[in-house]
């Protein structure tokens, strides 16, 4: 057989295994920001691998689990979604990352006590991957224990594929449907992650730091007015960080942060009595009935500490935005 023969043999074998039932191809990495509906959760790849998945049925809320940061390397503690091994399992309420807050209208949405109120999904109004930036935008209730629709809120969430580093916004716009609605002057709330145990400051290891805009460092951190704060520490022998953005836009800007040495950060507008000491109810936040307010952030998981990451420069891209 002539070696032209034998090469139209290969090729002709090739093509019938490639069409063959049980031939297993390598699968393509997509490109950019695919996002897929799981029925009760969204999944959200940069580049073919995976991000993180948006959990939206049947939960307390709705919430972002697990968080893959720029090592490959997940960035928030497991429990209680997940039994991580040899991790805390304190404050069941802390799922990966998520929006809540501890009293609305005086009902708790924030903790997974008796008589809790829920943040129930209602639809999804855009589902949209891309090249650059993937989109999710939905439409939530606040209902109270008692089953009263307190509030509504419409979240867009932006997923960006962006080389050796991972970014989101989370812009949520709260809105009184049924009713005024008053954000209640409380300490638990309201933007939230909890960081994987190696990372926090308290505990073991305990190598992580805290530090925000200002320059204030570790435990001082909590209550401090800020641009932006970052959490960073160890993941599995890496450097990895990541910070909040407060938009320039936000009422009471710059927010406050509820940001503590066991790994719960959040940015949190509406705690003035509890950081600052002023009479209860000094940081109560009224909308009135048919009124909205809105409010943005954005998180970026990075390697290395603030300085290392450009955190500062990161956050002057997102305030001129």
């Not at 991957?129 to 867009?156: F, H, L």
């Not at 953005?245 to 940001?259: E, M």
């Not at 790994?263 to 109560?284: I, Q, S, T, V």
Request: charged content about 25%; glycine content about 10%; overall charge negative.
């Amino acid at each position: 057989m002539s070696f032209l023969s034998l090469v139209g043999l290969n090729v002709a074998c090739l093509a019938f295994a490639a069409s063959s039932p049980g031939a297993q191809p390598e699968p393509a990495k997509t490109p950019g920001v695919a996002i897929t509906d799981q029925g009760t959760k969204l999944r959200i790849e940069i580049g073919g691998h995976l991000f993180t998945e948006y959990w939206y049925k049947d939960v307390p809320r709705p919430f972002l689990f697990p968080v893959i940061g720029p090592t490959g390397d997940p960035m928030t503690r497991s429990w209680p979604i997940e039994e991580g091994k040899g991790e805390s399992s304190d404050h069941v309420h802390h799922r990966s990352l998520w929006y809540a807050h501890g009293a609305v209208n005086g009902q708790d949405f924030w903790s997974e006590a008796k008589q809790f109120g829920k943040i129930v999904h209602d639809k999804f109004l855009k589902t949209e991957s891309g090249p650059a930036v993937g989109v999710v935008e939905s439409q939530n209730k606040w209902i109270a224990a008692s089953g009263e629709v307190v509030c509504e809120d419409t979240r867009t969430l932006r997923f960006y594929n962006r080389p050796g580093e991972r970014m989101m916004d989370f812009d949520v716009v709260l809105r009184a449907t049924n009713g005024p609605v008053t954000f209640n002057d409380t300490k638990e709330g309201s933007m939230a992650i909890r960081v994987a145990d190696s990372m926090r400051l308290k505990g073991k290891p305990g190598e992580g730091h805290i530090v925000n805009s200002e320059g204030v460092r570790d435990k001082e951190t909590w209550g401090k007015r800020a641009d932006w704060c970052d959490y960073y520490g160890p993941v599995n022998g890496k450097t990895v960080g990541v910070a909040m953005f407060d938009h320039p836009q936000n009422p009471r800007h710059p927010t406050w942060w509820h940001v503590r040495d066991y790994g719960l950060f959040a940015a949190n507008p509406f705690g003035l009595h509890d950081f600052e000491e002023k009479p209860a109810g000094a940081g109560d936040f009224k909308i009135a009935a048919g009124e909205s307010a809105a409010f943005r952030y954005r998180f970026y998981f990075h390697e290395g500490d603030e300085k290392q990451a450009k955190v500062a420069e990161r956050y002057q891209e997102y305030a001129s935005d």
